[in-house]
């Protein structure tokens, strides 16, 4: 059974960081591309960005080009997301997610998270 599991969500103000992490079990996680994608309330999921298997390509939404970085740990099957310089635009429900081939697309990981809460107060 494959799980994804996030952490590190949370409250915090605006120009703060917060580190998120995803546990993959019940997968061959090193041949996954990994990403993080988020839902706001009321709006579709976006992605944010991903990571190829190697770890040697990244890649990252407009949005958080800058402040933002994806990293993995093929020995701990984990995905990390580091978020630097939040703003409450940032706010919303971040998912981790496997796919076997690089996209921007939801409908192309085929694991999902059970999502972690980010919320960046003014």
């Known amino acids: 059974q494959v799980q994804l599991v996030e952490s590190g969500g949370g409250l915090v103000q605006a120009g703060g960081s917060l580190r998120l992490s995803c546990a993959a079990s019940?997968?061959?996680?090193?041949?996954?591309?990994m990403g993080w994608f988020r839902q706001a309330p009321g709006k579709e999921r976006e992605f944010v960005a991903a990571i190829t298997r190697s770890g040697d390509s990244t890649d990252y939404a407009d949005s958080v080009k800058g402040r933002f970085t994806i990293s993995r740990d093929n020995a701990k099957n984990t995905v990390y997301l580091q978020m630097n310089s939040l703003k409450p635009e940032d706010t919303a429900v971040y998912y981790c997610a496997a796919a076997l081939k690089t996209s921007y697309s939801v409908s192309s990981y085929s694991h999902w998270g059970q999502g972690t809460q980010v919320t960046v107060s003014s």
């Open positions: 019940g997968l061959i996680y090193s041949v996954y591309i």
